[in-house]
């Protein structure tokens, strides 16, 4: 009896330790879900080395998870890329002073997101139960540096859907991750998210001039988002004003809250990126911005935000992951001190 004692008690001291269980034997998956998309961000206040992570992380029995991951960050700083996607007249307009409709514009996401991840890695997971008898699951990744995280496990009360909260990273500092059994290949049309009936709300944690921000609760407005006709892939929105944000300082002196002109509104483009996999994108400036440079289109820093839908068991669309990976285009002054970086979920489950 004491031998026995003696081996279960490494045993659990191994596994609370983070590493992987005897060959052969089955890990518990995390929420009993597999497939998870995750947006993790390493964003701290003063540093110009902070990046951004978004894509899946893969889960078997066998103990082993594999990440396939975008990752942007202010040291590489990509340019964005320019999408194939302009939305139609039914969905914008070519007119300057509309107020009901987005510019037509060529939408923009963050550089390298329309092709495959860039970073693949590999690892060893174990889940074990906390004091309060919630799940939790530790990762330890195969790389040549240490790197580890841990994530406390909610599921959803119908049981369709898995929540990953962040609890620490040797390297990232904020984090988000929903999971299914659903492929990754799985995803929902525009019209789905547009006529999605649920609340969908946004937590996000920003950089922005050297600080780390955070925001929970903000209401995503998407039944107020317009489909485009021709280009059914695409959504568009104008949020008419906004007290945030397109205020004189913030980089509208002339045409922005507080001036004669008074413009604050928002131009918002979402549009899904590949037919194959959860990939879409949010890309949104103010459009006070584009009139003080005497600009149609905006050509200055706006929000590129790549995001992964959240897909449960069912196949229902919930809401996304993102992460913002919005780098300053010129090199002019301080260009690291006005980029723009984020992580975030958007979702009905929070």
């Known amino acids: 009896m004491r031998r026995w004692s003696l081996v279960f008690s490494l045993g659990l001291v191994l596994t ?13 998956l995390p929420g009993g ?18 990046w951004t992570r978004l894509g899946t992380y893969s889960f078997a029995p066998s103990g082993t998870v594999t990440a396939r991951m975008y990752l942007w960050t202010q040291e590489n700083h990509p340019a964005r890329d320019i999408t194939d996607t302009t939305p139609d007249l039914s969905c914008s307009t070519n007119a300057n002073n509309s107020k009901t409709h987005v510019r037509q514009c060529r939408t923009l996401t963050a550089g390298g997101f329309l092709a495959a991840p860039a970073e693949t890695r590999t690892g060893t997971f174990t889940t074990r139960t906390d004091a309060t008898g919630a799940q939790v699951v530790h990762i330890t990744w195969q790389i040549n540096r240490t790197w580890t995280e841990e994530w406390t496990v909610r599921p959803a009360p119908d049981g369709t859907l898995a929540r990953l909260d ?22 929902r049309s525009m019209d789905t998210v547009q006529q999605y009936p649920g609340a969908l709300k946004q937590d996000i944690a920003t950089w922005a001039k050297d600080q780390v921000g955070t925001g ?6 998407h039944g107020q988002f ?39 509104s928002i131009q918002y483009h979402l549009l899904k ?8 994108s949010l890309w949104h400036w103010c459009t006070c911005l584009a009139m003080e440079r005497n600009e149609f289109c905006y050509t200055g820093n706006s929000h590129v935000k790549p995001m992964m839908q959240i897909i449960d068991d069912n196949g229902n669309f919930r809401g996304w992951v993102g992460a913002e990976a919005s780098f300053y285009p010129s090199s ?3 260009p690291r001190h006005h980029d723009m970086l984020s992580t975030f979920r958007i979702t009905d489950f929070r």
Do not use: M, W
């Open 226 to 264: 317009r489909r485009c006709t021709g280009e059914t892939h695409c959504l568009t929105y104008v949020q008419p004003t906004s007290a945030a944000a397109c205020r004189k300082t913030g980089g509208c002196p002339a045409y922005g809250g507080g001036t004669a002109a008074d413009v604050t």
């Open 332 to 334: 002019a002054g301080d």
């Open 166 to 187: 962040y609890r620490y990273s040797t390297l990232a500092t904020h984090g988000y991750a929903y999971g299914s059994d659903q492929e990754f290949t799985e995803r």
């Open 216 to 221: 929970a609760g903000q209401t995503f407005q």
């Open 16 to 28: 609370l330790l983070g590493f992987a269980p005897p060959a052969g034997a089955a890990v518990e």
């Open 273 to 280: 990126i590949s037919s194959f996999d959860r990939r879409d």
């Open 33 to 50: 879900k597999k497939n998870f998309v995750v947006s993790l961000g390493s964003l701290r206040d003063g540093s110009r080395d902070n």
